[in-house]
DNA sequence: TTGTAGGCGTTATCAG
DNA sequence: CTGATAACGCCTACAA
């Protein structure tokens, strides 16, 4: 390993210039500095993180921390969270962590002195991780949201504006019967988390203020549950004429299990997927119409709220929701006559 | 921060002391264990872990690279990695790397200390990220592989095997008829990329030896591209039977392609998806037969290897090629009889 | 503008 | 079994 003193040495100047001109602590002689660059390229110095980190008491390194056990799609938040970090000369650290002993974990990344902050993801309405972080007094930023959000810098998709929108604009085709599909996670690590919760709360409210009749389903992610959904919604519900999913899986799901039941997309029944994620909604046939989660947007501006709360640059707490933006497909239309008949073959209903 | 000295004055022995019992490096006697342990237990203490990094000359970090440009699923890899690296007490970070200046910057993480060694995925098949590993000494592992393999540790899919056992199910029902998709790379950073590449490869080669016909489709991961595929792979060779796609995009929009145009699957057309990652080819109608990637496997395999070498512990390299595994769906069936005429709307077929 | 030297929190060697 | 103490590589007053 190639250190300063050897750079200083055979720049024939001591290890303080050298890490003067490495960091543009203070001002160098053009020519010492000259050297100095020589000397460093030719021996090809690169300046040890750890000791820079002790001496300093700053590691230039935020932690993401990465939660192992979903199928969720986070490649977008990573992309933005990266290029943040990049740009201010953070290292971003993706920190796969275990939901057991999570809690702990986290914190101790910043009392060890492994990272200067976190960026959480996938964070529960009532989340002790928070908790934990705020009594270790971590620097940290929430992609999502807590209950309690006084003083926490936040970026969160606004789920209600989304959902209501949503409702909305197939309200204005005629639409008066909807479904809403929400992942299931109850008897998961995830039970509390907001997304599903959230969405379908705004669900309910939408419905019940503009007169409408709604239905909530939810659906657990695994791949029978998913495929049997088409049937399972009609047979439960066979006015639907509008289904607004969360789950990207789900909705793929019904694309197959409408046409088979001879319900056609969108003349029967129109979808819409909120909060998507997953290239794979544009690729069935016919391509969904989603309001596609601002992934890369909420990780930039999360890693920018923690990285200005390091350096001291923090004022009022970033607290932003973003709606998701429509993406056009072909899965929405003019809700049907209010006399079509749905027949559903009773053998499937159930 | 909480440190050893404040532990040491706690517990009334010498910081030395501390060490021992933190890392385990010497024995001590019970009670005055026990005294530290308890110490460590009200103050909160964490080792530091830079201090540490630069006192043990090992950090106890392997780091993962992380490509952020396309759209594959890696999580299974990182699974398996993950929870290899933890049982090690290793911490496996993700590295998210821009493919600019990938070259350099990754043997600069071990020269600067960061990392102890490296896990690189998606290899090429000359990659000079790995030349510069070699030239740099730093410790590495491959996940992929590239033409020189002299001395290097890698895990792969075995993708020949894979395409190979593949073809001969599907000759096995009586297809004569190949065409196989792969993902189109040429002009990204990514055009030298190895899957795509010896898959062609071996399956030219099989359909060769078996006195087939085949056809080989490269297609862009591009929304529209991919939705036009059933159309063209059908203007263009009508008499293809049975489809291997290596796209998992690709396999699930020819569902919905083929559909359209009144080809059915399994009856007309028999599809298999292989080295497959994505959850949703699972949940199109009909679900697909695929040869699943074992990505958790062999991310583990990898880590495995590396951390071996790390430990001192390696002698011959870790060389090895695992197969996909047949997941069944519903997407494979008999040869249609030999005199079917496929119609397709001329209008259609361009 | 440059050099000196103390310290960051651990590890690890060497005495005791 | 335990304690001093010299590294580890770098940063940063403080001096020169």
């Given at each position: 390993m190639v250190t300063m003193k050897q750079v200083a040495k055979r720049a024939q100047v001591s290890i303080a210039t050298v890490s003067f001109v490495v960091n543009g602590t203070k001002p160098v002689l053009p020519e010492t500095r000259q050297r100095i660059l020589e000397a460093i390229d030719e021996l090809g110095y690169r300046p040890n993180s750890a000791a820079r980190t002790l001496a300093s008491?700053?590691?230039r390194i935020v932690a993401l921390i990465y939660p192992l056990l979903d199928q969720h799609n986070h490649h977008a938040f990573i992309e933005g969270a990266a290029a943040v970090a990049a740009q201010h000369e953070y290292s971003l650290v993706l920190w796969p962590i275990h939901s057991d002993n999570a809690t702990t974990e986290i914190a101790s990344l910043i009392q060890a002195g492994f990272a200067d902050g976190v960026l959480l993801m996938e964070v529960q309405l009532e989340d002790e991780r928070v908790r934990h972080l705020q009594q270790a007094q971590a620097p940290f930023a929430l992609i999502g949201r807590t209950n309690d959000l006084r003083g926490v810098d936040y970026v969160d998709i606004d789920f209600e504006l989304t959902t209501r929108t949503a409702v909305d604009d197939l309200m204005a085709l005629g639409h008066r019967d909807f479904a809403l599909i929400v992942e299931e996670l109850s008897g998961t690590p995830l039970a509390d988390y907001g997304p599903p919760l959230r969405t379908q709360q705004a669900f309910e409210e939408a419905i019940h203020e503009r007169g409408l009749t709604g239905h909530v389903l939810r659906v657990r992610h695994d791949a029978g549950l998913v495929r049997g959904l088409a049937t399972e919604l009609l047979g439960r519900f066979h006015d639907t004429t509008a289904v607004i999913s969360m789950s990207d899986a789900a909705s793929v799901a019904l694309v197959g299990g409408f046409r088979e039941l001879g319900i056609r997309i969108p003349d029967d029944v129109s979808i819409v997927g909120i909060a998507t994620a997953s290239p794979f909604t544009a690729l069935v046939d016919p391509p969904l119409t989603t309001y596609d989660a601002p992934g890369e947007q909420l990780g930039a501006l999360a890693a920018q709220a923690l990285i200005d709360r390091l350096e001291g640059r923090g004022g009022a707490p970033t607290q932003v929701r973003i709606p998701c933006s429509l993406h056009h497909g072909a899965s929405v239309g003019q809700a049907p006559s209010?006399?079509?008949?749905?027949?559903?073959?009773p053998g499937l209903t159930r």
């Open positions: 008491r700053k590691s209010p006399h079509r008949q749905l027949v559903v073959n």
